[in-house]
């Protein structure tokens, strides 16, 4: 708990214990191998220490990696190549393109070559259709970590009211449809930065989930007393890295709120971990249930 009572999501601690419950479930398994596939091009700083972090941390978790790595100057016809070969890859089970891809490549282009099943990002267009429509595949990883979060701490959300704060493909559309399904049973809103009386929309709910890229966006007058705070922005300030809720003022009403960092970064990298073994399961690589 922090010093005023609120409990502390912490990211770390359920990121680790996802990677050591998928490291014994592939243990059981026999050790079969289960691969994820990783491309950058370019040399983006924050991309590279990205993908370090998501091999480092599979292989903890029992699995393989493969990594393509391009030069800046790859052109478009390349990188769809590399991406198309490992969509044919029987031995690859997960594929990753690390975004943003450098100026001038269509990244939509990429993407749309990643096969549902192996879509472990849950970024392409026919993996937001099977979200929408309720069918299986995979979920985008953000999203999918605010609601593993939620589980782990005891957050309840049925009948309750949510409220997540930005409406991008990435985070806040797949998060209100999460919250909204059968079986989690909140009621949520999508709010953001234009939406009307905006601090009293957060005031009303059990649940914000700000996702909006504001920097300190949600100060303690957005919050009802109790309710459970999920911080997803990112925003580089004078004062350094910042997220959308100002944590300083929020935890002193908040029930439960996520540091930044420390919250939601680490469950991205957790639940694209999930979802690749997801995917070997999907395409017949791995048994469906086995018991660690």
Do not use: W
């Not at 009948?159 to 989690?184: E, W």
């Not at 580089?236 to 996520?258: H, L, M, W």
């Amino acid at each position: 708990m922090s010093e005023a009572g609120a409990v502390l999501m912490d990211g770390n601690r359920l990121r680790d214990e996802i990677v050591n419950e998928l490291n014994a479930q592939i243990t059981a398994a026999g050790r079969p191998a289960v691969c994820l596939a990783t491309v950058l091009v370019g040399d983006d700083k924050p991309s590279r220490i990205y993908v370090a972090n998501k091999q480092r941390k599979a292989a903890e978790a029992a699995m393989e990696s493969r990594h393509v790595e391009l030069d800046a100057e790859t052109s478009q016809s390349e990188v769809q190549q590399v991406v198309a070969d490992l969509a044919a890859d029987p031995a690859v089970h997960g594929i990753l393109v690390q975004l943003p891809l450098p100026e001038g490549l269509n990244p939509d282009a990429v993407l749309e070559l990643i096969p549902p099943e192996k879509d472990v990002d849950g970024l392409t267009p026919r993996s937001m259709g099977r979200l929408v429509r309720g069918q299986q595949g995979h979920v985008p990883c953000t999203p999918l970590g605010v609601m593993r979060l939620l589980e782990r701490y005891g957050v309840a959300t049925a009948g309750k009211r949510a409220v997540v704060i930005g409406r991008s493909t990435l985070v806040g559309l797949p998060q209100v449809l999460l919250l909204g399904r059968k079986g989690v049973d909140a009621t949520p809103t999508l709010a953001h930065s234009r939406t009307p009386e905006l601090r009293e929309v957060c005031r009303q709910a059990d649940i914000i989930v700000a996702a909006a890229g504001i920097a300190r966006l949600v100060t303690a007058d957005f919050v009802q007393p109790g309710a459970a705070v999920i911080d997803v922005g990112i925003s580089r300030t004078a004062d350094g890295i910042v997220g959308d809720v100002d944590f300083e003022t929020v935890q002193q009403v908040a029930g439960a709120v996520t540091p930044m960092p420390g919250g939601t970064g680490p469950m991205t990298i957790a639940c694209l971990l999930q979802n690749t073994l997801s995917a070997a399961q999907m395409q017949g690589a791995f048994p469906l249930a086995v018991s660690a």
